[in-house]
């Protein structure tokens, strides 16, 4: 997926603070996705019926961190 972040930051051919801020967010939404799969793996060890619940927002969270990357990367 790195490749698809250099790629909006070539197409955009945006200036070095720019091109650092959108870096910025790329660390933002890996560190969100990392801490939901850790999220994820701590509720396994509570009952099933929480963990419907909590596999939803893992969704949601995977989700919201590809918005991230992908919006920042081809807005400008």
Known sequence: MG???QKGQWRRGARE???KYVTDID???IK???SSFHVLVF???FSNRYL???LLCQI???LLSLLL???FNFKY
Request: aromatic share 34%.
């Open 17 to 19: 603070g720019r091109r």
């Open 3 to 5: 490749y698809f972040w």
């Open 32 to 34: 969100l996705l990392l």
């Open 27 to 29: 660390g933002i939404a």
């Open 69 to 71: 990357v992908f919006y």
């Open 52 to 54: 419907l619940c909590f």
């Open 43 to 45: 509720i396994n060890y």
């Open 60 to 62: 949601l969270m995977f």
